[in-house]
């Protein structure tokens, strides 16, 4: 379950940086494109995002991750690049 983590959490990261791709290049050069493939590109990300939530929150107890460690995995979800983050320094090792 920790490498089906691993992957979820890689691409969680790439699917959030394609999505504000979407919303900074496309959007300001080509509406419509944009508004074609945002519902896709949000329905994948939050699909993924649910996903390595749950993930995480199953993880927690077989992996003795302590409530701040915990907090830091959950947190980095909401940032750009946190789970790329979080797959190097809490999961390589781990895996």
């Not at 940086?17 to 494109?33: D, G, Q, R, Y």
């Not at 990300?45 to 992996?63: C, D, M, N, P, T």
């Amino acid at each position: 379950m920790l490498k089906i983590f691993k992957v979820t959490a890689i691409l969680e990261g790439i699917s959030y940086l394609v999505l504000f791709a979407n919303m900074l290049f496309i959007k300001t050069n080509n509406p419509e494109l944009y508004h074609t493939l945002l519902r896709p590109l949000g329905m994948t990300h939050g699909v993924l995002f649910i996903g390595y939530i749950i993930l995480a929150v199953l993880l927690r107890k077989s992996q003795n991750w302590d409530f701040k460690t915990f907090l830091i995995i959950l947190i980095a979800s909401l940032i750009p690049f946190g789970t790329f983050y979080i797959e190097k320094k809490y999961l390589e090792s781990n895996a």
